[in-house]
């Protein structure tokens, strides 16, 4: 099956093309990603407003719903969606797990791991710091970063999750050395890239936020 991705909303990134739904009182963004030669596709957080993010996912085969970290607003929608497609996987990082309502996510997804959907792939980072088990989903020439990487900085570390150095340390050593044209999808607001971000790295150590 061949995906007819009609509508302006999809954007092709690399090899795999989005769907972006800004939903629920924190504006948090939820983003669909699909194989268009299968018709296959993720969700990446299933953050608030379960008929919006049912209704863009009309007509694709919906893998799993992967969850950038533990935080309520990434998963308010989470048992509505799962109950419409009950053969998608929900996944999360073990060290977030305590964080969700049950029945907690039954994937546990490890760094490195390669999650597939058609004729494409993710690959886990594991990037702590906003939460322990906070991770980013790295596509060809695309990461979704979660509450990692913002335009203009890291996500909170607030605790008993964050840690400001150990966020910075993610971004440094597992988004940054990324190529610079990488389209940035963090877990509310707008897009960015790496290459716009990695100069100000210094100037957050600095600030201290």
Known sequence: ??????GSDWELQGN??????????????????ACPETGQ????????????LIAA???????AVLETHGHWDHWQALAEVSATFPSAYVAAHPDDLEMFPPPPPGHHLSDGEGIEFGHRRLRVLHTPGHTPGSVCFLAEGVVFT??????????STRPPQGDFATILDSIESRLFPL??????FPGHGDSTTI???R?????????GW
């Open 195 to 197: 290459g716009q971000e």
């Open 16 to 33: 795999v093309w989005v769907r972006r739904r800004r939903v629920g009182p924190l504006d948090n963004a939820a983003y669909l990603v």
């Open 146 to 155: 979660g509450d990692t990487l913002f335009p203009g900085g890291p996500g």
């Open 41 to 52: 596709a993720v969700l990446i957080d299933a953050a608030n407003d379960a008929g919006e």
């Open 57 to 63: 996912a009309d007509g694709l085969e919906l893998v």
């Open 179 to 184: 190529p610079p044209e990488t389209v940035v």
């Open 1 to 6: 099956m061949e995906l007819v991705l009609g």
């Open 199 to 207: 100069p100000f790295l210094g100037a957050w150590r600095a600030r």
